[in-house]
């Protein structure tokens, strides 16, 4: 018990600042929800069970309009395709995990794999549990957040015109982190190029899978040539 006590401790300084980002997005969330007629335990169920902030705003269109199961497959693989790259990354990382290892795999969002990437446990720290309450503490923090809000919105009358840019800042505040955290900027470059190339061939309506294609193309290549290099 004092090895998960140690990790918990270790864990909760590097959480603290998702805390508040998550509390907040959350409660934009959950007030969106709301509005549509979603009370606070469909919003408790959707993050606890979901638990994919950006896909979550995204999928309150699709709560809301003509059933389309196809359209909102898609929408979701495109919106977190990202979690591809993610995942690879964390291959060594969650290697030695044992029975941890689906949780961290489910709960691994863009700022767990943040803090992850960027922080190493103490020295007297086990690492599994490290990993593991940090990624439980992130999921907890939304799932408050999102049912705090859900909980406002039904005892509040609130004005909602403009609360889904919450989701465009999401992107904003996780890509300046990314940036500031890694030393390597060539992928986030490739990003942006790509994505703005896409969005003037193929116009605002059709860009986001052709970005991510073209996305997924540039860095594989990329990567192939970084390999080449190495072994030379």
Same mark, same amino acid.
């Given at each position: 018990? !004092?090895?998960?006590?140690?990790?918990?401790?270790?864990?909760?300084?590097?959480? *603290?600042?998702?805390?508040?980002?998550?509390?907040?997005?959350?409660?934009?969330?959950?007030?969106?929800?709301?509005?549509?007629?979603?009370?606070?335990?469909?919003?408790?169920?959707?993050?606890?069970?979901? #638990?994919?902030?950006?896909?979550?705003?995204?999928?309150? &269109?699709?709560? =809301? !309009? $003509?059933?389309?199961?196809?359209?909102?497959?898609?929408? &979701?693989?495109? $919106?977190?395709?990202?979690?591809?790259?993610?995942?690879?990354?964390?291959?060594?990382?969650?290697?030695?995990?044992?029975? *941890?290892?689906?949780?961290?795999? #489910?709960?691994?969002?863009?700022?767990?794999?943040?803090?992850?990437?960027?922080?190493?446990?103490?020295?007297?720290?086990?690492?599994?549990?490290?990993?593991? #309450?940090? =990624?439980?503490?992130?999921?907890?923090?939304? @799932?408050?957040?999102? =049912?705090?809000?859900?909980?406002?919105?039904?005892?509040?009358?609130?004005?909602?015109?403009?609360?889904?840019?919450?989701?465009?800042?999401?992107?904003?505040?996780?890509? @300046?982190?990314?940036?500031?955290?890694?030393?390597?900027?060539?992928?986030?470059?490739?990003?942006?190029?790509?994505?703005?190339?896409?969005?003037?061939?193929?116009?605002?309506?059709? #860009?986001?899978?052709?970005?991510?294609?073209?996305?997924?193309?540039?860095?594989?290549? !990329?990567?192939?040539?970084? *390999?080449?290099?190495?072994?030379?």
């Amino acid at each position: 018990m !004092s090895e998960k006590i140690k990790a918990i401790k270790a864990a909760v300084p590097h959480t *603290l600042p998702v805390f508040t980002g998550f509390t907040f997005l959350g409660i934009a969330y959950g007030i969106l929800m709301n509005s549509k007629g979603y009370g606070a335990g469909w919003t408790f169920l959707f993050s606890f069970m979901a #638990f994919a902030g950006s896909s979550q705003y995204v999928a309150i &269109t699709f709560l =809301t !309009s $003509v059933f389309n199961p196809i359209n909102a497959l898609l929408m &979701t693989l495109i $919106v977190n395709a990202r979690h591809i790259f993610y995942g690879i990354s964390m291959l060594d990382k969650y290697r030695d995990t044992g029975k *941890l290892k689906p949780y961290l795999i #489910f709960g691994l969002c863009d700022e767990t794999f943040s803090i992850v990437c960027s922080t190493k446990p103490p020295k007297d720290v086990d690492q599994k549990w490290f990993l593991f #309450f940090i =990624t439980l503490l992130n999921h907890s923090y939304w @799932v408050f957040g999102s =049912t705090l809000g859900g909980l406002l919105g039904s005892m509040i009358s609130f004005n909602t015109k403009g609360l889904d840019f919450a989701l465009t800042a999401l992107f904003i505040v996780i890509f @300046v982190e990314q940036w500031k955290n890694q030393k390597n900027h060539k992928p986030a470059i490739i990003g942006v190029l790509c994505s703005v190339f896409c969005l003037v061939v193929f116009g605002q309506n059709n #860009f986001i899978i052709p970005s991510m294609i073209a996305i997924l193309i540039v860095l594989t290549i !990329s990567r192939k040539e970084r *390999l080449k290099e190495s072994i030379q």
